[in-house]
């Protein structure tokens, strides 16, 4: 059985259809939110700082601005991130990183 596009649009709209992350980032070219140049998918590190406990999540799929850096994550991805961050999750590893205190660095 062939769809009309309408139909489809139609099927999408009533909620029968969903489109995946990677199909609508397939039919709109992705731009940086910030300077407009061209995003490119890449897999990221997530960096999350909630009183003064930092987690960095790695893997993370993103949008980054090939101009700016900047880091734009599906609604999916980001539902995804806000759920581990609340979670008691065992880290794949733990890093020791030296802090420095930029009032006494200057």
Do not use: W
Request: glycine share 4%.
């Amino acid at each position: 059985m062939t769809m009309s596009l309408t139909e489809i649009q139609d099927k999408i709209q009533k909620g029968e259809y969903r489109l995946s992350d990677h199909a609508i980032k397939r039919m709109i070219q992705m731009k940086c939110v910030f300077c407009g140049s061209k995003a490119e998918s890449r897999n990221v590190t997530f960096v999350y700082d909630f009183d003064s406990n930092y987690f960095f999540i790695e893997n993370v799929p993103a949008e980054v601005c090939g101009q700016c850096g900047e880091k734009t994550y599906s609604p999916t991805v980001s539902d995804e991130l806000i759920r581990l961050a609340k979670k008691k999750l065992k880290p794949a590893k733990t890093v020791q990183v030296p802090v420095f205190d930029y009032a006494i660095q200057v």
